[in-house]
């Protein structure tokens, strides 16, 4: 028997390339209003209960992302969505925007076309095609340091590139790592050990903001493929996609080096076997938009009950 005074929060999940997200279409908190940015961060401040009960265990797991839907700021658009995961809160989410776009159209709120979505990193266009794909042209991207050098505990040394693609990442390239789900542990050590060592040395996104995601690329098996990647994401567990944002961040220091031209198509494989094609426009100021396109499906349409006689109400956190 459900208490009369449990909140119910309405979901619907999907996956995007084995990355699952999870949609909250009511019972969401009052954020009020003003910008996507800062109810962002009155989410965080006032609500963060709410963040760990939806995506948290029991309730959920500590790979899913959660899409909060609001009131756009920006009237041109046609909603507002704030992204957040198991330890906290995410700026913009490729997979998960896709994931968002195959959810509205699953609830008879958008048709084909393309739709202006506003996230706390600015504003996102996606299209849902006549196949069903999703081309989402995501915020302005780009290389911040290339070839910065850190040390992991071991004494080894590693070189990579800091970049935003809606997010900051550290990518390392590197051809001859085994980036199978067979050694998804080694992988996501490896990860934890760049991302250590980072903060050792104090490398940073622009002014100050955390590198917290790690992008690892090798070749790879595929003939139709540029590449093969394994992200280990903030909360410590990998992406199943190829990770949207990350692409993003690809790409961009890919055109600064001249090895990928606007409109060229990059396939980019994720460590599951998936795959997103990119491109890229260029912009004046050396900046790139680039677009990601790939597949979503519904997975489940829920309720969440949240019992406040519940002791773990507000989710299971480490």
């Not at 929060?9 to 084995?18: M, R």
């Not at 590139?161 to 550290?170: E, L, Q, R």
Request: glycine share 12%; with cysteine.
């Amino acid at each position: 028997m459900v208490a009369i005074d449990t909140r119910i929060v309405e979901v619907i999940d999907s996956h995007t390339g084995g990355e699952p997200t999870r949609v909250v279409v009511s019972g969401g908190p009052d954020l009020g209003s003003g910008p996507i940015f800062e109810r962002r961060e009155r989410f965080r401040a006032e609500h963060d209960n709410f963040r760990s009960a939806v995506v948290n265990e029991p309730r959920g797991s500590d790979v899913i992302v959660g899409a909060l839907l609001c009131e756009p700021f920006d009237k041109a658009s046609m909603t507002g969505v704030i992204f957040f995961n198991n330890v906290g809160y995410i700026g913009m989410c490729g997979h998960g925007t896709i994931g968002l776009v195959v959810t509205l159209a699953h609830l008879g709120r958008i048709g084909t076309g393309t739709h202006r979505i506003e996230t706390p990193v600015g504003i996102v266009e996606a299209a849902l095609l006549d196949s069903g794909k999703v081309r989402l042209a995501n915020v302005p991207s780009f290389r911040h340091e290339k070839d910065v050098h850190v040390r992991l505990e071991s004494g080894q040394l590693v070189t990579g590139d800091v970049a935003w693609g809606g997010n900051w990442f550290f990518l390392v390239d590197d051809p001859d790592a085994d980036l199978s789900l067979a050694n998804v542990e080694q992988l996501s050590d490896r990860g934890w050990q760049i991302r250590r060592a980072l903060a050792r040395a104090g490398v940073t996104g622009a002014d100050g903001a955390e590198i917290d995601h790690v992008e690892l690329f090798g070749r790879s098996q595929r003939s139709d493929c540029d590449s093969r990647n394994f992200v280990l994401c903030p909360g410590g567990q990998y992406d199943r996609s190829p990770c949207g944002t990350g692409t993003s961040a690809k790409v961009a220091c890919l055109y600064e080096d001249g090895k990928l031209v606007p409109g060229q198509v990059w396939r980019q494989e994720g460590i599951v076997g998936t795959v997103f094609e990119a491109t890229v426009k260029a912009l004046d100021d050396g900046k790139v938009i680039p677009t990601i396109q790939g597949s979503a499906y519904v997975t489940a349409e829920s309720r969440l009950l949240l019992d406040p006689r519940d002791p773990f109400v507000g989710g299971l956190t480490s």
